[in-house]
């Protein structure tokens, strides 16, 4: 999996609240198994028109948000589907953070598997993040994660929470199946017990 | 201590502790659909990992496969792949795939209740977020990502941050017209779409005990609407008598011991809920979505409110209804009766007694999609489908269809649909559809009406 450490770049704006994951990619184009080549079809239905081509509406059709890295939302941000799509598709157009005062439980999982860092933050401060986002190309936001700090365009520093756990995985880009594989002996302790006590989930009914 | 039903499913799962909230859960159950499923089975293998536990996973076509009639795993072409590599990694890997037209295919979380595959007490998970419907016959079921799904296959286990504990009591009860789907879309329109971000929800009172399993089903379903990937009902003597000779569910000894430990489950009399909430029941009334997310839901007999965000803003323009405007005698274009929430019998069943000897209203396109190969055989053993047939619905093969739109099957741009699914998002219908949820005797009567009709007033 790809680390995160820091990262500085464009935001773009999107003040909405309940940015769903068929917003995010609609399920028409999730029959890849690959896990790339998503980006084009990111915010499908708002970035392109029935005829196939750009609306020049949309934040990320506009120069410099072409360019994003990170993308500033408001409250329950990945709602929806659980697809995993959705932070490929975040990821591979170029956004690696997303900065939103709440995350969907799945999409928030999701996308700590892939490189993809979502920060927490009050609403009031998202209303002003936006603000810098839409100053364009010359407002980068910095995004620290080691030192758990969004860093805005006039360099006052905005600290945000994020589990420990996940935080270690993601700075080190960690596989945690390789992790879990270490617990192999609790696991088979796990199956042989539960199989005992609880015989009919597995083995003779299945 | 006193324990909820989901403190102690949780608990008796854990492998390891990993510190900080997180632990290392055993998973019982793991379902495939043909989106998630070919491709975690691809991705395993290809990382060099073999599954830990072929024999706890099965597998379904559902989302990207046709429901025309008479459908093939050909008919549409964007699926064909997929579900071909489904069949190529399930035979490999020797997990279980129930095939299109075989007995035991079907929506995914219709066919796992419908087999026995989820029982009471068991953690089960599937790349899908609506697999919190399973949570109705008493499970701990969640809803994961491609990540997470292949963690699951590779070792059995997934890690998990431990939720908190929220219940929704229904007390009293349900008035006619009224049922489980509006019981739970009230609590959304009550409560919020991200409500349960961050809590296992497990739903209570005096009218979930009186609900049918299969309306416990729906009202699980729609916890993901409110934030929540697991939600769940205590198993008792309805949970028993559903799953008593399903497939997969134990027999002999084995039901004798698998019945004292369910008995065992439901939530202690003083164990802790983090929120607690009671709705009165008979207050309830038929509900309909008006706006692009579920918390955006009014009664049927109300007027589309007045919008108080610019989310509001953009979700009445996208549906094209004015404020302030009753939302019964809405015209409608098309009606889906069908998807995880709502394609079980009992849902057929609601429908068809909306039918009388009424017609589906000139210029309304109306679908039945039945949840699974077994359910339309047995709607078809009573006669159903010619009921509905002759009113003018299309009867249409197993699948998620028109919920999710994966399978080259879309509402119209532009067009209003009546729709038994759980997601009223922007474009989930199809680009540009317009989608109004409600329950499926709600959606017959606007089938037959050719408009949104409160149900209590279609005698």
Redesign the interface.
Known sequence: MQAFTTLTGIAAPMPRANVDTDQIIPARFLKSIARTGFGKNLFANFRYRPDGTENPDFVLNQEPYRKAEVLIAYENFGCGSSREHAPWALTDFGIRCVIAPDFADIFHNNSFKNGLLPVKLPRAVCEQLIEDAKLGGNARVTVDLARQVVIRPSGEEIPFEVDPLRKHLLLNGLDDIGQTLEHVSAIDGYEAKQKSAQPWLGGNSL | MAKTLFDKIWESHV??D???G?A?L?I?RVLLHD?SG??AL??ITD?G?RL??P??VFATPD??VSTLPGRTSETFA??A??LA?LRIKAKETGIRLFDLGQPGNGIVHVMAPELGIV?PG?TLVC???HTCTNGGVGALAF??????L??VL????L?Q?R?RNMRIRFEGTLRPGVTAKDMILAAIGRYG??AG??YAVEYAGSAVRALPLEARLTLCNLS?EM?A?MGMVAPDDVTFQYLAGRA????GA??A??LA?WQSLPSDREAHFDHDHRLEAGEIAPQITWGT?PEQVIEVDAAVPQPH???DR?ALEYMGLEAGRPIAGTKVDWVFIGSCTNSRLSDLEAAAAMLGERRVAPGVTAWIVPGSETIKREAEAAGLHRRFLAAGFEWREPGCALC???NGE?VP?GARCVSTSN?N????QG??ARTHLASPAMAAAAALAGVITDVREFG
């Open positions: 492998v390891a990993l510190g900080e997180w290392l055993h019982d989106l070919a491709r691809t991705e990382r990992y830990a536990r024999d706890l989302h990207a964007g699926g792949r997929t590599n029982l068991l790349g899908d977020s809803g994961i990502g491609a990540s997470e292949s963690h590779a070792t059995q286990t890690m941050r939720p779409t991200a971000t961050g993901i934030g990937k997969f569910a134990p027999r084995d039901w011991a698998a430990h997310s965000s610019a989310n953009a999710v739109a994966a879309a741009s997601r998002f922007v474009g989930r680009t540009g």
